[in-house]
């Protein structure tokens, strides 16, 4: 398989990620990164939108599993408030934390998509272990570094965007 920094899929968020979409994907496990991909960076406390999501995902055939970096406790206080699996300290866009997520569900990375917020983690990560990288747009890009990442992906975004419109036109 050849690597790529693209990813395959791009959404405004993650609550546009239904379970049919998925379902139609073939995709069984949702990953989710969880700062500025669920919730922003400064809180633990979902939008209305994000907590509904996250039941009717619960309610759903697809599994999700929090997989993070982060190796604060508000990751897994927040799960365990949501009845969430989480895995913290994750290592993207190393495959630790992914791979311990495909073993922790027995299911092979095919039938597994990860969702986040950043090219060189997420989409890395994601890529790097075979699975369907979804990249979400950032919920709150609050500081000068998170801004300037931002900037250095916008090619990757530019090229992933030009290559799902050929796709679709073929």
Not at 97 to 113: H, M, N, V
Not at 120 to 142: K, Q, S
């Amino acid at each position: 398989m050849a690597f790529s920094m693209l990813p395959s899929i791009i959404v405004e968020a993650v609550t546009d990620l239904t379970p049919d979409f998925l379902a139609e994907r073939g995709i069984e496990l949702l990953m989710l990164d969880f700062d500025n991909t669920i919730v922003p960076y400064t809180t633990d406390i979902p939008e209305p939108l994000m907590e509904q999501w996250l039941y009717d995902m619960k309610q759903s055939d697809i599994k999700i599993c929090v997989v993070s970096n982060s190796k604060n406790d508000r990751v897994r206080r927040f799960c365990r408030n949501y009845g969430i699996d989480c895995i913290t300290h994750a290592k993207k866009p190393f495959p630790k934390g992914i791979r311990e997520c495909l073993a922790k569900y027995d299911l092979p990375a095919s039938k597994c998509a990860l969702a986040g917020d950043q090219i060189f983690t997420d989409t890395m990560g994601a890529r790097g272990c075979g699975l369907t990288a979804i990249l979400v747009t950032a919920i709150d890009n609050h500081n000068f570094w998170l801004k300037a990442r931002h900037v250095l992906e916008l090619p990757f975004i530019f090229f992933a965007r030009n290559r799902r419109i050929h796709h679709e036109e073929s």
